[in-house]
């Protein structure tokens, strides 16, 4: 059985979690009864304002409910619910494998899901297959809203606007399927604009939200608080570099980050992320080359700092095909550094735009 403690949502444990996406069960859950059993099932009170607070706040929604599909979509459709969740398993499977599959859609760590349901054989299987993932019984549901791993910091536009823009990923990535020829020729289609700018201080809320977010393409997985950021902002000696991509499905937001250590012979990469909405677009060294080219105009060598959390070996291969090689190491803390004698060309898919 699931514990008082492992129920309890303020944790200090659960404290730390940073929820991307709450997983609904349908049945009793999102409303009262059950569908099969009685197509006039009602909502639960106060759910419509909990999902609407929820989605305000940037934390994504999905449905994992054991159900006939067209029903259940019907239902949601009739209550005005259903643009609200993403990628919805509704299926026999069990309900590990349904939120094992929104993760990977949605392309988040498992561990960044939170999953309610009013039966708790169902949150027990969750809990055995999936220990990382918040499980929550139904009736705590109008506790939800006040749990700390649901309030984030920082509300900025990327939250607000974070489903649309997800949605947006998903007419990409239907007509991707349907595209025939490369994927050079397929990004060539949608028009993208790849921004790189000096990080303002109106950008320092979403650039401390990007350090909390992002695990996968991140290569030091240091978090750094918004007045950090600010202090590095107005430093001489520091560089924070923030950058936003749109094309013609729409604009995915501020989806890069950088943070240079500027001394007088030697520049240090910090930290440099990417949003993994952007992973199959084909600008994740951009922001990179853009850093390289900087150092080489300032003559300057260029290193980077490195650490390993076991999710982000491919922003150490983005090092390693850019040309940095390791050179010291402390601990868990790689040291490479590139000699900046070639530094790749732009994709010709994209245009880069550099505003200092």
């Known amino acids: 059985m699931i514990s008082t403690e492992e129920q309890d949502v303020n944790s200090k444990e659960k404290d730390k979690k940073v929820i991307k996406c709450v997983v609904w069960d349908l049945d009793n859950t999102l409303w009262h009864g059950v569908l099969l059993e009685d197509e006039k099932v009602a909502l639960r009170e106060n759910i419509v304002n909990i999902i609407q607070t929820l989605d305000g706040r940037g934390i994504l929604q999905s449905i994992a409910s054991k159900n006939e599909s067209a029903t259940a979509i019907a239902k949601l459709e009739e209550f005005g619910l259903k643009e609200y969740f993403l990628y919805p398993q509704i299926n026999w499977n069990s309900k590990a494998s349904s939120l094992k599959e929104i993760a990977s859609l949605l392309n988040i760590g498992i561990d960044a899901i939170a999953f309610i349901d009013d039966q708790l054989f169902e949150l027990e299987e969750v809990k055995f297959s999936c220990p ?88 030091t997985g240091y978090t750094y608080s918004y007045d950090d950021l600010n202090q590095f902002r107005q430093s001489d000696k520091h560089k924070i570099l923030i950058s936003s991509l749109e094309d013609k499905y729409g604009n995915y937001g501020k989806i890069g980050l950088a943070l240079v250590e500027c001394e007088e012979f030697v520049w240090t990469l910090k930290l440099l992320l990417m949003s993994c909405r952007v992973m199959s677009r084909g600008v994740g060294t951009i922001m990179l080359n853009h850093i390289m080219k900087l150092a080489k105009s300032n003559n300057v060598r260029l290193r980077a700092e490195f650490i390993s959390n076991n999710r982000n070996r491919m922003m150490y291969i983005s090092y390693k095909f850019s040309g940095f090689q390791e050179v010291d190491k402390n601990g868990d803390l790689l040291i490479l550094e590139n000699d900046l004698k070639r530094i790749q060309a732009i994709p010709e898919y994209v245009n880069v735009k550099v505003i200092n």
């Open 132 to 219: 990382e993932i918040l499980c929550i019984n139904a009736d705590k549901i109008g506790y939800i809203v006040d749990m700390p791993v649901m309030n984030p910091r920082f509300i900025t536009e990327d939250s607000k606007l974070r489903r649309l823009t997800y949605l947006n990923d998903i007419e990409r990535n239907s007509f991707e399927k349907e595209f025939i020829g490369t994927q050079e020729e397929f990004l060539a289609t949608l028009n993208m604009t790849f921004v790189i700018s000096s990080a303002q201080e109106d950008d320092l809320q979403r650039a401390e939200e990007l350090t909390i977010r992002t695990n996968q393409l991140n290569t």
